[in-house]
Structure formats: structure tokens, C-alpha cells
């Protein structure tokens, strides 16, 4: 439970009344199904809630959850209180210049970026976000969204470099990333591009919040290999348990469910013992850098 919530930020809010509305929701032993027949509400208005996703929460939805689910006075003055700042204040993503590029399920991933201790990301393809130059960002972008005007690549560049202002904060997100040997030697723009991207890497690997491994092709089969995935972890501060995020190119998603977690943590654990530790990882980069 968050404990100074007028100085809180409204993604930390979102976060803590979804997590804390789904904690509810069990205790009282309903289905999401269930909650949406009693209010009429549609299926995915409760799971933006869940998630976290919903920009501003309104006061009423809290309400007639906590009447529903039989909460406490003093729960349903807290969650009240988690409303009350989502809709007294916004994130820096949630701006004009922003909004028409960050879907719903990635304001999801941008509230708990912003709100984590720690982020455990495993990338197959690509370099990570909180990596990436603005050059890459820039091809990637294109590549993957063809109709893309000007301006709204320009705002997703600005949006992706801005994202990674979170390894600079006080305190800094503590960032582990395992990436697959192939996105070093994927020339991405071209190999001036991937020099400048692949030693940008290398210099983000010298904070001491960031630690950088490479699972090489020699490793054979991994557990990596069904595709990308992020954990984030939160500080005792707050009342959040882990929470997964997985993508693709249509959609975005996230997952508290224990086993799942579990399972995604297991596997990130397992690709870092099997890739080599930071310093041959980094030696594997410099190699590549050269080889473009």
C-alpha cells in the first residue's frame, strides 16, 4: 500500500488500485465475468482496471467495486484517494505529443517502467528499449509500422529515448538484459547504424544499475527461444507482487498470475547462467562492432 499518496505519481496509483481492486476481486471469490454482468460493464473495462491501463480512473467504477467485493471503509477511502491523483495528475507519456502513439497496453508497460525497481527483459530480435540509439529506434519504427507519418515516428523516437531517462533517476531502475547473439550481428540501417548502436550498449554497460549478457549461438536451445519478455519488480514501498509483459506486433500484454510469473522468472534466471557473464558478453559486442 502506498503510504504518501498525494506525493505518489499517477502510474504508481494505477498500478496499486489495480493490483489491490484484483486482490479483492478473489478474496470475494468473484470471476472477472461475473463483475461485469453485475455492472454491465464490458470485459476489457475491468481488465484496463486490473492493469493498470485506464489514464483516469473514475471515482464511481472504485465505488462500485469496493460495494460489490464488501471492502472496507477505510479500503475504499484508499482506493479513492488512487483515483483522486490519477485524475489530478499525468505522466509525462500521457501528453498531447505522446498520446497518438502509445497504446493502451503500452501506457500499461510505461506506468510500470516508470514505477519499477528493477526490469529483467530478454530480447531475441532487437536490441532492448532502454538501449536502443535514435537512429535504430528510427529503423525499427519504420520497419515495423509502414504507415507511419513524419510526425508520429518522429513523437515514437522522442517517446522510446525519453523511456530511458528511468537508468538516470535517483534512485536509477536496475536493468538486466540478456540478449540473443543475433541481434548484434542484425544489421539494422546499415553498419554505421550498428556500431554506433552495439557501442552505445557498451557504454550503458558501465553504469553499475545496468548489466548486459549475450546468449551465444554455440548455447543451442534455450528458454528463450518462444520469444521476448520483461519482469518488473517493485520496491517494498508498494504492495506489488512481480508482473510479466509480453508483445507482439498487434497487441500488448500483462500478466500477474503466480505461476506465470514464476515460470518467466525461472526462465530468465536460466538464461543468465547460461550465457557468459558481463565481461565476455561485452568482448562478444566489441567483436561485432568491428565485424561491422
Not at 251 to 262: I, L, N, Q, S
Amino acid at each position: 500500500m502506498i503510504t504518501d499518496i498525494e506525493s505518489a505519481s499517477p502510474a504508481l496509483c494505477r498500478l496499486q488500485l489495480g493490483s489491490e481492486l484484483r486482490q479483492l476481486r478473489l478474496k470475494a471469490g468473484l470471476t472477472s465475468r461475473q463483475v461485469v454482468r453485475k455492472l454491465l460493464w464490458s470485459p476489457s473495462k475491468l481488465t484496463r482496471l486490473e492493469t493498470g491501463e485506464n489514464a483516469v480512473v473514475e471515482t464511481a467504477d472504485v465505488m462500485a467495486l469496493c460495494q460489490i467485493y464488501g471492502a472496507d471503509s477505510e479500503t475504499c477511502e484508499t482506493l479513492k484517494g488512487y483515483a483522486g491523483v490519477t485524475k489530478t495528475k499525468r505522466d509525462w507519456w500521457q501528453s498531447a505529443q505522446y498520446r497518438p502513439v502509445v497504446s493502451p497496453g503500452f501506457k500499461a508497460f510505461l506506468g510500470m517502467e516508470a514505477t519499477a525497481s528493477s526490469l529483467r527483459n530478454y530480447e531475441s530480435e532487437y536490441v532492448p528499449g532502454l538501449l536502443q540509439t535514435e537512429a535504430y529506434v528510427r529503423v525499427i519504427r519504420q520497419r515495423a509500422y509502414a504507415n507511419l507519418s513524419q510526425e508520429e515516428l518522429d513523437r515514437t523516437v522522442t517517446l522510446r529515448t525519453t523511456r530511458q531517462e528511468v537508468l538516470h533517476r535517483n534512485p536509477p531502475l536496475k536493468f538486466t538484459a540478456i540478449i540473443s547473439e543475433a541481434v548484434l550481428h542484425r544489421q539494422v540501417g546499415g553498419p554505421e547504424v550498428m556500431r554506433a548502436q552495439l557501442a552505445h550498449i557498451v557504454e550503458a554497460a558501465s553504469a553499475p544499475n545496468v548489466r548486459i549478457q549475450v546468449i551465444p549461438f554455440k548455447a543451442g536451445a534455450h528458454r528463450g527461444m518462444n520469444g521476448a519478455f520483461a519482469v518488473f519488480q517493485f520496491s517494498d514501498r508498494v504492495s506489488l507482487k512481480p508482473i510479466v509483459y509480453l508483445e507482439n506486433l498487434a497487441d500488448h500484454w500483462v500478466t500477474r498470475h503466480e505461476a506465470d510469473v514464476e515460470l518467466y522468472e525461472d526462465a530468465f534466471t536460466d538464461l543468465q547462467a547460461l550465457a557468459p557473464g558481463p565481461q565476455e558478453s561485452l568482448s562478444m559486442i566489441k567483436k561485432a562492432m568491428k565485424e561491422h
